[in-house]
């Protein structure tokens, strides 16, 4: 069984920084996609982000949504993936939950992954005050 957990959120201040983690319990999950998405009140799911596996001859490739883009940034250590969040706005706050394909999913890093993503970590509140 996958397990994807999910650390950092929280309630911050509007133009704060912010991190966060989630790491799979399966190692295997390198090869794999990583995501994230979230949801506000209200408001269906978004696709914000995702960062393919690393080849070690190139960096992975990576998505943010252009609603997102000019303020986080994906990364992934092996089977952990971050989301670091710049200058935090009221309207990212949301429900953030991680996500993983399975292994060697053939789908490019971008929105065509959405229905690919198979395993979900347990998602984190992340509340920016004003």
């Known amino acids: 069984q996958v397990q994807l957990v999910q650390s950092g959120g929280g309630l911050v201040q509007a133009g704060d920084s912010l991190r966060l983690s989630c790491a799979a319990s399966?190692?295997?999950?390198?090869?794999?996609?990583m995501g994230w998405f979230r949801q506000s009140a209200g408001k269906s799911r978004e696709f914000i982000a995702a960062?393919?596996?690393?080849?070690?001859?190139?960096?992975?490739d990576t998505f943010l949504a252009a609603s997102v883009a000019d303020r986080f940034i994906i990364t992934r250590d092996n089977a952990m993936t971050h989301l670091e969040i710049t200058n935090l706005k009221t309207t990212d706050t949301a429900v953030y939950y991680c996500?993983?394909?399975?292994?060697?999913?053939?789908?490019?890093?971008?929105?065509?992954?959405?229905?690919?993503?198979?395993?979900w970590g347990q998602g984190t509140q992340v509340t920016v005050s004003s």
């Open positions: 996500a993983a394909t399975p292994p060697y999913t053939l789908v490019a890093i971008g929105p065509a992954l959405r229905p690919h993503f198979s395993s």
């Open positions: 399966d190692r295997d999950l390198i090869n794999s996609a």
């Open positions: 960062i393919g596996r690393s080849n070690g001859w190139k960096d992975p």
